[in-house]
């Protein structure tokens, strides 16, 4: 099955710098991959996240890079700020669409977590 | 904005009881599932359901496990014989059909074993 590898497993930064995490998957049939945030005590909540048929998608400060030769695939936050103090994981899936397009089942293999703290 | 809703948010039981913990996914969405986190590990996922039948499921997700909908709203998670090992943040999510596939997560349900 899909195995996913995130790195670093905790980052620092100060408030204005970038942030980058990094994630590795095994299976070259994975075609979607979500960027989820954890705040404390909440649930996993979507950033962003790229299909296989691009490389590279930005929203104002987050950009997800992807390189499917390499298997891997990247978050890279811009002008950080204290309230991107989170823990997040990336994921990666085969997007299985159902013959009767009502819809496509979505398994989610994550990574195990990157803890960003962005320092005042 | 819709969101999926959990119950309870902690259950503290004694291994080998029964245990269900209850989600209403979003009104529209098709997909559910079930997904656990052991403190301080990843996600893993345990299973999907639609149609009123699993779609897919985990080595994790054994015969101690089941799942059901009950009715239209809720989605319910079934831990038959709990063991100590099923500690963890259990997480419901559903997912609405065609373009995004982006899965909406609650806020867990922590369940303590002892």
């Known amino acids: 099955g899909e195995n996913v590898e995130q790195h670093p497993s905790t980052l620092s930064v100060q408030e204005g710098d970038s942030a980058v995490i990094k994630c590795t998957y095994s299976?070259?049939?994975?075609?979607?991959f979500p960027w989820y945030k954890q705040e404390l005590g909440k649930g996993p909540q979507l950033i962003i996240d790229?299909?296989?048929?691009?490389g590279e998608k930005k929203d104002q400060r987050i950009a997800v890079t992807l390189n499917k030769t390499a298997k891997h695939f990247s978050l890279h936050i811009t002008e950080t700020q204290p309230e991107d103090s989170a823990v997040y994981f990336c994921?990666?899936?085969?997007?299985?669409?159902?013959?009767?397009?009502?819809?496509?089942?979505?398994?989610?293999?994550f990574g195990k977590g990157t803890l960003l703290t962005v320092n005042p | 904005e819709p969101e999926v809703t959990q119950t309870p948010s902690h259950q503290v039981t004694q291994m080998g009881q029964e245990v269900i913990l209850r989600c209403v996914p979003i009104s529209n969405h098709l997909y559910f599932y079930w997904y656990r986190q052991i403190l301080g590990q990843k996600v893993e996922f345990l299973v999907s359901?639609?149609?009123?039948?699993?779609?897919?499921k985990s080595e994790i997700f054994d015969d101690q496990f089941s799942v059901e909908r009950p009715d239209g709203s809720n989605f319910t998670l079934k831990i038959r014989s709990t063991k100590l090992e099923d500690s963890a943040m259990y997480f419901c999510a559903s997912s609405v059909i065609r373009s995004t596939g982006e899965l909406f997560f609650g806020e867990g349900s922590r369940l303590t074993v002892l």
């Open positions: 299976d070259s049939a994975s075609n979607y």
């Open positions: 359901f639609y149609n009123n039948e699993i779609s897919e």
């Open positions: 994921a990666a899936s085969i997007r299985e669409h159902r013959a009767d397009s009502t819809g496509s089942n979505y398994k989610l293999t």
């Open positions: 790229i299909r296989s048929n691009v």
